[in-house]
C-alpha cells in the first residue's frame, strides 16, 4: 500500500518561503513520478511541480523561477520549496505519485496516490 504524508506547509507573508516535505512508503516500482498539486477553495486541482525518476523536472507557468521540486531516494521524500510566495499560491497542496510513469506530467488523472494536504495561506 502506498502512503504519502505531507508537512511544512503554514502562514507566511507575501514575498516569503516555504518548503514543503512528502515522505512516501510502498512505492515498489523502479520507475515512478512523483508530484505536487494545489487546490484552492472554488477552483480545480492545478498540478504546481513534478519530477521523475532520472531527476526531470516540470513546472507550471506561475511558479517557474520561484518553486524547486526535488527528491531524496534515501529518505522516500520530495521537496517542494517555494519563494517569492505570493496571495495567489494560497491553496491546499498534495503531494501525489505514479509509480509505474517514469517521466514527470502535472495532469492529476495519472497519479495513483495521493497524500491527505498540507495547508499554504500568504497573506498580503
Known amino acids: 500500500q502506498v502512503h504519502l504524508m505531507e508537512s511544512g506547509g503554514g502562514s507566511v507573508q507575501a514575498g516569503g518561503s516555504l518548503r514543503l516535505s512528502c515522505v512516501f512508503s510502498g512505492v515498489t516500482d523502479s520507475w515512478y513520478s512523483m508530484a505536487w498539486f494545489r487546490q484552492a477553495p472554488g477552483k480545480e486541482r492545478e498540478g504546481v511541480a513534478g519530477?521523475?525518476?532520472?531527476?526531470?523536472?516540470r513546472y507550471a507557468d506561475s511558479v517557474k523561477g520561484r518553486f524547486t521540486i526535488s527528491g531524496d531516494n534515501a529518505k522516500n521524500t520530495v521537496y517542494l520549496e517555494m519563494n517569492s510566495l505570493k496571495p495567489e499560491d494560497t491553496a491546499m497542496y498534495y503531494c501525489a505519485s505514479a509509480p509505474g510513469r517514469p517521466a514527470s506530467s502535472l495532469t492529476p488523472s495519472l497519479y495513483n496516490y495521493w497524500g491527505q494536504g498540507t495547508q499554504v495561506t500568504v497573506s498580503s
Open positions: 519530477i521523475g525518476n532520472l531527476g526531470t523536472t
